[in-house]
């Protein structure tokens, strides 16, 4: 068995990646791979890493955890999605991007040591995640939120490192949010491992939600005639209908915080892109590209 953990992050697909493939749950299953509801795993894993505190579990604790986890008697890969298992959203920016989030990684390995884990995780423009993240803030003040760390040092390929470190031998994937439309289908079959030919329910689930109807209608026609050869040439199409039927309203994103400007998010985007480059040639990381 493989565990695979969707870490998210906060403020990217929002649980649409989980809701899709329940959705699929039967197609999935065929496969042996099992999606449980949210509700049989969050809270029971949160708890026992806290409980273990680094330890290990013992062989029949990890019976009963699975127990409670899946119903199916065995499983090849088990999906597990939850955003807040790198941390909470208050703790998630305390001088770089969740800092307690390799230790949490760890804890949430140790629960079944001897079963193989990967993870999973979109990553986004702190330009755009530190204004989205300042919304799910709770007892805070906007100040007290924007003053737990200086935005142009938030690196994601120090999460990845740290998780590397942490958890060596773990796979770990990656794509930018930013290119979530035209992957999506990719995406769904990397977390889930899907490898059948019958498309997914829900592959279509993001293009539709940025591109005007008629658009999707006339893309999703294009393709039925001219069947693509690989995801690349698919993901071509979908961008060349997008940027002619992209819903503007949709697309834009609209945030203001204190002191923020022009320039400021222009550094802030230069610096994610650099570091999307290094992200790119870490070994041990799978990035996912449109």
Not at 220 to 245: E, W
Not at 252 to 263: H, K, M, S, T, Y
């Amino acid at each position: 068995m493989q565990i695979v953990y969707h870490l998210g992050a906060h403020c990217t697909d929002e649980e649409r990646l989980l809701r899709c493939l329940l959705k699929n749950r039967t197609a999935l299953g065929a496969e042996g791979i099992v999606v449980p509801g949210p509700a049989r795993y969050r809270a029971l894993l949160r708890d026992t890493a806290m409980q273990l505190r680094g330890q290990t579990a013992d062989r029949d604790s990890q019976a009963l955890l699975l127990e409670q986890i899946m119903d199916e008697d065995r499983a090849d890969r088990l999906v597990l999605s939850w955003d807040n298992f790198l941390g909470y959203p208050a703790v998630s920016l305390r001088e770089r991007l969740y800092p307690l989030g390799a230790a949490r990684l760890y804890a949430f390995s140790r629960i079944f040591p001897e079963i193989g884990c990967e993870f999973h995780l979109a990553i986004r423009n702190p330009a755009t995640f530190v204004p989205a993240l300042a919304t799910k803030r709770k007892n805070q003040t906007l100040e007290e939120f924007l003053a737990m760390t200086d935005p142009f040092t938030l690196r994601w390929s120090d999460l990845l490192a740290a998780i590397r470190e942490a958890v060596p031998g773990a796979p770990i994937i990656v794509w930018c949010d930013e290119d979530t439309p035209l992957l999506w289908p990719e995406v769904l079959r990397a977390v889930s491992g899907y490898a059948g030919e019958a498309p997914l329910e829900g592959e279509d689930e993001v293009l539709a939600a940025i591109m005007r109807p008629e658009g999707l209608e006339r893309m999703n026609a294009y393709l039925a005639a001219h069947p693509p050869a690989d995801a690349l040439q698919r993901r071509r199409v979908a961008a060349a209908f997008l940027g002619k039927f992209a819903r503007p309203e949709a697309v834009e994103v609209e945030f203001e915080l204190p002191g923020w400007d022009e320039a400021t998010v222009a550094r802030l985007t230069e610096n994610y892109d650099r570091d999307v480059t290094r992200i790119m040639r870490m070994e041990g990381v799978t990035f996912l590209a449109p």
